[in-house]
């Protein structure tokens, strides 16, 4: 069974410091990582897409990373307004088709104080 | 542009009755993903349509549910019979086609609660 595994479930930050949530997956028949934000109430929000081992990608105070066991979101220098529930998901070849099934962590919940 | 769209935004209902929830995806995406979302998780599949036809409800819970899209745009999530642990955020999410390579975007979710 295809998993996506996040940590630490939550992380408490203080203005400007800086530091990485962790996705760990399933290797076998990955063909695309995705990280969301989430805000209470809302969607899930898209922020970035990683193919390959290697890739990285950023936003504003956002990087994210790929391995080719794990994927890593940093975040620099956080401001309060970057607190939100952090989604990474897995999209799996699934029986001869590769298409949009998205298999999601359980989420990582931030919490960046003033 | 707008979004993806879903209602109602809050539903409540008594178990045992009968409840419908309703994507509007973004114009012209051909691709839609129904979500359900449990307190404190990520979400979880539960079918994806590529144009009218339902490419793959494996991750429907059982019998009772069941989703349409007759046009191959709105969509319509059906629950029968509902039950209390059916109470969740219901998601939906569309994308331009269905390969790995296109974002899915996600509509605020139906919160469903079943007393």
């Known amino acids: 069974e295809d998993q996506v595994t996040q940590s630490p479930e939550a992380l408490r930050l203080q203005e400007g410091e800086s530091s990485s949530l962790n996705c760990s997956y399933t290797?076998?028949?990955?063909?695309?990582l995705f990280w969301y934000r989430q805000d209470p109430g809302k969607g899930p929000e898209f922020l970035f897409t990683?193919?390959?081992a290697g890739e990285e990608k950023e936003k504003e105070r956002l990087k994210a990373t790929l391995t080719k066991k794990e994927s890593f979101l940093h975040i620099t220098a956080p401001k309060p307004e970057d607190s939100a529930t952090y989604l990474c998901a897995g999209i799996y070849f699934a029986g001869g088709t590769s298409y949009g099934k998205l298999t999601f962590g359980q989420g990582t919940i931030l919490t960046v104080h003033p | 542009g707008a979004g993806v769209s879903q209602t109602p935004s809050n539903k409540v209902t008594e178990k045992g009755k009968y409840v419908e929830l309703r994507c509007d995806p973004i114009s012209g995406h051909t691709a839609l993903y129904w979500y359900r979302q449990s307190l404190g998780q990520g979400p979880e599949f539960l079918i994806y349509?590529?144009?009218?036809?339902?490419?793959?409800d494996s991750g429907l819970p059982n019998d009772r549910f069941f989703a349409v899209r007759p046009e191959g745009s709105v969509s319509t999530l059906k629950i029968q019979r509902t039950e209390r642990g059916d109470s969740a955020v219901y998601l939906c999410a569309s994308s331009l086609r269905s390969s790995v390579w296109d974002t899915q975007y996600f509509g605020p979710g139906t919160r469903l609660t079943v007393l």
């Open positions: 349509f590529q144009g009218t036809g339902a490419a793959d």
């Open positions: 290797v076998s028949g990955l063909r695309g």
């Open positions: 990683l193919y390959s």
